[in-house]
């Protein structure tokens, strides 16, 4: 049978204390200013929750006698030095590998760095399940029946064995997807959803397998259902991804991020750790939260993105209808002057600024038409760039002031009374038609009012391309519109030597 396990006071304080850190740094993360400081309390603890279960799990060594062959008093018991060299160097090699990669990572290649993270959580989900389910009497979830012939027979907790389906479910799926969506961020897979036939009755069919399997696991233990559950998992984490186009990506990393936290949990629960518990909770809400605030923004169901199929190249047929209207191209000089003799000009970043880099010659822009006495805004839109708050990362890592850094809608009013709107890179965030296309497949989705603006420059490489969503920006074809055909970065520059 199981045997309670009496946790001291102390350890359920520095679990308490560690889960508090975390939501002061959840808090502290809602806001570029409070950024810093919620870091720090998610350090501090990650750091009281590390140390008190290294404290409290280490396995003891006692050695029975002395050398005068008395017995020593249980006071003098010591960690197994071996288990703590193993344990120190593991933690010495992923800090090590932690600290190279946030220096040398670009912030263009965040949302690809935090894909991974999120594979390197489903894994360890699915490794520590594994170890459990192997030697489940190392977890304490088993009791080991002692029949009247025969071997003993380890069983399983029931309820042990739904915690472990659990985690190693959605920890396969969260390690296969996150893989799929850093190939597709990271260009080793194209962005296009590849759109399987008969994918949703292909997925509806493996989620109601492994469902099934895990109620049968609880009935029984045997290893077939549960590597079973295990392939699947992989399998349909894979299918999930692969569909879901590049426009959707920012509710793929949040929701990606969602399904880590549930299988921390869920593996808390099995390691009777109360700190992942709460941690995993924590994640898991927040991440489903925020997948359900990018939906809102892009005016798209949860289920939607999962059907997929949204998001994908840009089509030839586009590109040419593109060219066939008329449109207005000028020139840095042509920009220069239009913003050194604005009241306001409000600056909307998008991917194109991420690719291109351009995030320091933005903010030294800034800095010029500041020094000519212009007001200068930015326009953030949930979903601009590859994942959530990428556009808030860049500007912060160009030290634009947080102050000039404005969400959709405390700043959707204002385009009314702006002289200038400086697009870089945003395209399907800045498109009318998704207010007046009823057969767009943006239609709807709320963004930003550039063309109410007495002037848009819009910076883009040519007129040959389209968005995420693989429309046509309307944008580009009014008569307050200007383009800028070049490189972000390099039109950037030269806007700012106009400045001069």
Not at 305 to 323: E, K, L, P, W, Y
Request: with cysteine.
């Amino acid at each position: 049978m199981e045997h309670a396990v009496a946790v001291s006071p102390w350890v359920s304080l520095a679990y308490l204390v560690a889960g508090v850190c975390f939501i002061l740094a959840l808090r502290g993360l809602s806001s570029p200013v409070t950024s810093q400081r919620g870091n720090r309390f998610g350090m501090i603890g990650m750091a009281i929750a590390v140390v008190t279960t290294l404290v409290t799990h280490l396995p003891v060594v006692v050695p029975p006698f002395d050398a005068g062959g008395g017995r020593i008093d249980d006071r003098w018991n010591f960690w197994d030095p071996l288990v703590v060299v193993e344990i120190l160097g593991a933690i010495g090699l992923g800090a090590a590998i932690g600290i190279v990669t946030a220096r040398r990572i670009a912030m263009t290649a965040m949302p690809q760095l935090v894909a991974a993270f999120h594979s390197l959580v489903g894994l360890a989900a699915v490794l520590v399940a594994a170890a459990a389910f192997l030697n489940p009497l190392a977890f304490g979830i088993a009791q080991v029946i002692r029949p009247i012939y025969g071997p003993d027979l380890i069983t399983i907790l029931p309820v042990s064995r739904i915690e472990m389906a659990l985690g190693v479910a959605i920890g396969a799926i969260t390690f296969s997807g996150s893989v799929i969506a850093f190939l597709k961020l990271n260009g080793n897979m194209s962005g296009k959803p590849i759109l399987l036939p008969g994918r949703h009755v292909i997925n509806l069919a493996l989620l109601a397998s492994i469902l099934g399997l895990i109620a049968y696991f609880v009935t029984d233990q045997s290893p077939w259902i549960f590597w079973t559950i295990t392939v699947l998992s992989f399998v349909i984490g894979f299918l999930l991804i692969v569909p879901i186009g590049g426009a959707d990506m920012p509710v793929v990393v949040s929701m990606l991020n969602s399904y880590s936290g549930w299988a921390a949990a869920a593996m808390g629960f099995t390691l009777h750790n109360t700190a992942m518990i709460v941690t995993g909770a924590l994640v898991g809400s927040s991440g489903a939260i925020l997948s359900y605030i990018m939906c809102r923004a892009m005016n798209r169901s949860f289920i939607s993105v999962i059907a997929g199929g949204f998001g994908g190249d840009s089509s030839g047929g586009a590109a040419a209808a593109a060219s066939d209207r008329p449109w207005k191209r000028g020139s840095a000089e042509d920009a220069a002057f239009l913003m050194s003799q604005a009241e306001q000009v409000i600056i909307v970043p998008g991917y194109g600024m991420a690719v291109a880099q351009a995030q320091h010659a933005l903010r030294e822009m800034g800095d010029k038409l500041k020094a000519h006495g212009v007001r200068v805004k930015y326009a953030i839109h949930p979903v601009a760039g590859r994942m959530p708050g990428h556009m808030n990362v860049l500007l912060a890592e160009a030290n634009v002031p947080y102050d000039e850094v404005f969400e959709l809608e405390d700043i959707n009013s204002e385009f009314a009374q702006t002289d200038v709107a400086f697009v870089i890179g945003a395209n399907d965030v800045t498109n009318p038609a998704a207010k007046t296309d009823k057969s767009s497949p943006i239609y709807g989705m709320p963004v930003l009012d550039v063309e109410k603006a007495k002037t848009v420059l819009f910076i883009k490489r040519s007129m040959g391309g389209v968005g995420y969503a693989g429309v046509d920006n309307e944008l580009f074809y009014r008569d307050n519109t200007m383009m800028l055909l070049a490189d972000a970065k390099k039109m950037v520059e030269e806007i700012v030597k106009s400045l001069d």
